[in-house]
């Protein structure tokens, strides 16, 4: 079955940098979409990125727009999400998630079927 394991997160200062990994296993990585997604305390779980299969298009939130870099290694079944200058607004649980079907891709939580257990991000100010 289709598996994601998220690593990475910890305790940052604001204005610094965190890089997360997910990696996937169980079926062909490089055939489907990845996204990240976050929930914060008391929020609903919101789109933070995404990045297609087959030419690694990229979209963004608005909050994390030329702040966040989202990219994949194909070859290591794995997506990351790098995140420079970090807000405490940024704290969060951060899960990556991957579509059902090759085709998926998207900003919303219902494009994605397959999710991670999620990794804690606290920016401390």
């Known amino acids: 079955q289709v598996q994601l394991k998220e690593s990475g997160g910890g305790l940052v200062q604001a204005g610094g940098s965190l890089r997360l990994s997910c990696a996937a296993s169980?079926?062909?990585?490089?055939?489907?979409?990845m996204g990240w997604f976050r929930q914060a305390p008391g929020k609903e779980r919101e789109f933070v990125a995404a990045?297609?299969?087959?030419?690694?298009?990229?979209v963004y939130s608005d909050s994390v727009k030329g702040r966040f870099t989202i990219s994949r290694d194909n070859a290591k079944n794995t997506v990351y999400l790098q995140m420079n200058s970090l807000k405490p607004d940024d704290t969060a649980v951060y899960y990556c998630?991957?579509?059902?079907?090759?085709w998926g891709w998207g900003t919303a939580e219902t494009d994605y079927a397959y999710w991670g257990q999620g990794t804690q991000v606290t920016v401390s100010s």
């Open positions: 990045i297609s299969q087959t030419y690694g298009n990229t």
């Open positions: 169980g079926r062909t990585f490089s055939d489907y979409a």
């Open positions: 998630a991957s579509p059902l079907y090759r």
